[in-house]
């Protein structure tokens, strides 16, 4: 497969809230896991571009000049000049239930081009199998159908289509074998834009940053795995934390840690409930059947995530290992129960209901009997220590939870194990300077102290606060950007924490610094491209994106620093 750049802020992404596929400008599909987000990749060439498959377009004499999606759709349309004229490609999977896949339709161009398909299954780990079936017909491994509009060949183990300059073209990549395949590409293009609006319609925001909003939220749908309501951390597996570095792990899982945030974003958009409430339902359901008390991550079979594996892959830009899998689903972390204790206050104030509340209880009783542990924090770090926010954050869960129950003695219970966390944090996590420490006897802060304010533990101007943004700002930032503080590595070697930098913008708006909180707003949504992607990371200094993309929890920390915005200043 012929080599090409790809650079991780040019992406873009279509789904059909199964799995996903992700687009660079050229619009070439550069990553595409089949059926399942976590299933083994079709395309990977954004993991490694000479052996990795890829979708393109080979546009010679044309280039880029826009893309947008339709409305509040997932179909793409990605816009082309050169050669005299325009070309204009929609991509889109179908989310209409009559066929599962991708489809991509092309306006008549001014030039010829040609459709290069190079799939390679399994991670690259499987020799591709195809099929021809008729000169418009391609059978990938037995199951998988490839339609287009023009002849195609197939060439070793890519398949290759040319398109006369002046005529429109279209190609379907389906799971299952289509009769009518250009009448039922035309057919999924309508309902699928029908369909999208129905699901945007669960939302309404109306306000300041509303056009980030209504991308963050799109990509929130698109993370969302809809047969059982999953929210997924991130599309991709193992892109770098550090460019070369060995920081890439696969964020294709349910994290337990993002259920708050993305609980109260999606409520206080202005959601109906329904998807907030299936996606606490996915949590608590997994939570019951497991029977284990603490489980950081899940997968969509709401499982806890498979063992860590490594591929042969070259990484991107060279950032290995790659990987599937992920290693830190045994640790204890506190925050993964208080979370979704969290996510089920916030449903319950707002909706007037106690739903999953068996489960709810029993996790938060394995805080009261627990909390005191040492457990491996927000960053899930190897070392195993009093991580402040683990203990701040259990505290205000029992705190809230504790409102909702109806038994006497377990509200006495859970208020009491709350305020002694409260008391063994006031005696042991602060700093010798008295700024709130990132764990028990550490002298450093962390960024996601900027949190405690608004879960609510303590008001934003007291002296342990000051401080600790007063440290932040002069350790961590870097043009109105944040780092946060890892224990066993370096983090000034990684780009700012954009949720944090978010955190701290929500910080902001509590102590009513309008200046402050757009300084910060604005210094992160650099970090968003045209279609509304974001990284878990971006360099300060370079812009460079890092990390797993899209990031939900950065999407779900944008729009509830911008809701907050929007009470105070708006």
Request: glycine share 6%.
């Amino acid at each position: 497969m012929e080599k090409t750049d790809i650079n991780i802020k040019d992406l873009a992404m279509i789904g059909d809230r199964r799995t996903c596929a992700l687009l660079d400008r050229q619009g070439s599909i550069v990553w595409y896991c089949p059926k399942r987000f976590d299933n083994p990749s079709f395309f990977a060439c954004l993991l490694d571009t000479e052996k990795g498959g890829m979708w393109r377009m080979e546009l010679e004499g044309m280039e880029f000049e826009k893309r947008k999606y339709l409305e509040d759709s997932a179909l793409l349309q990605t816009h082309f000049v050169g050669g005299g004229g325009k070309l204009v490609l929609e991509d889109w999977m179908p989310l209409d239930n009559s066929f599962y896949g991708i489809c991509r339709k092309l306006s008549a161009a001014p030039l010829d081009y040609t459709m290069h398909l190079a799939y390679r299954p399994n991670y690259a780990r499987q020799a591709p199998v195809l099929e021809q079936s008729g000169e418009k017909h391609v059978i990938l491994e037995y199951d998988f159908h490839i339609y287009a509009s023009h002849p195609m060949r197939v060439r070793q183990d890519t398949i290759f289509c040319h398109v006369p300059a002046g005529e429109e073209a279209w190609f379907v990549l389906a799971e299952k074998t289509l009769d009518k395949p250009e009448k039922d590409i035309e057919e999924s293009r309508v309902l699928t834009l029908k369909n999208w609006k129905e699901i945007a319609d669960h939302i309404t925001y109306k306000g300041p940053y509303q056009e980030e909003v209504r991308k963050s939220l799109r990509l929130l749908r698109l993370l969302t795995y809809a047969q059982n309501g999953g929210i997924i951390a991130a599309a991709t597996t193992s892109l770098p934390e550090v460019l070369g570095g060995p920081r890439n792990y696969d964020y294709r899982y349910v994290w337990l840690r993002d259920a708050a945030m993305i609980v109260s974003a999606l409520a206080r958009a202005g959601s109906d409930g329904e998807e907030e409430r299936m996606f606490l339902s996915f949590m608590c359901s997994a939570m019951h059947r497991i029977r284990k008390p603490v489980v950081p991550m899940l997968t969509l079979d709401e499982q806890p995530a498979g063992t860590e594996q490594e591929l042969d892959f070259a990484g991107y830009r060279g950032s290995k290992p790659v990987r599937y899998g992920n290693g830190a689903n045994n640790q204890l972390q506190l925050d993964a129960n208080s979370n979704v204790i969290i996510a089920a206050k916030v449903i319950y104030n707002r909706y007037n209901t106690r739903e999953h509340w068996e489960t709810v209880e029993q996790m938060a009783d394995f805080l009261v009997a627990h909390w005191d542990e040492r457990d491996h924090g927000i960053w899930e770090e190897t070392e195993i220590h009093h991580y402040t926010s683990s203990k701040v954050i259990a505290s205000i869960s029992l705190k809230y939870i504790a409102e909702h129950s109806q038994d006497k003695k377990q509200k006495q219970r859970w208020l009491k194990a709350s305020e002694q966390i409260r008391q063994y944090v006031e005696e042991n996590c602060y700093t010798s300077d008295g700024a709130y420490a990132v764990y028990a006897g550490s002298n450093a802060v962390d960024v996601s102290a900027a949190l405690f304010p608004i879960w609510g533990y303590t008001e934003a101007d007291t002296p342990h606060m000051l401080r600790t943004i007063e440290r932040l700002e002069q350790g961590y930032c870097q043009h109105n950007l944040y780092r946060r503080h890892l224990v066993e590595y370096d983090s000034q070697q990684e780009g700012a924490f954009l949720a944090g930098t978010f955190w701290v913008a929500q910080y902001w708006v509590m102590r009513k610094n309008r200046e402050k909180v757009e300084q910060t707003l604005d210094a992160a949504l650099q970090f968003m491209n045209d279609a509304g992607t974001m990284p878990e990371e971006g360099d300060p200094e370079t812009g460079e994106w890092l990390g797993n993309v899209p990031q939900a929890f950065v999407h779900a920390s944008l729009i509830g620093a911008v809701i907050d915005y929007k009470e105070a200043f708006a």
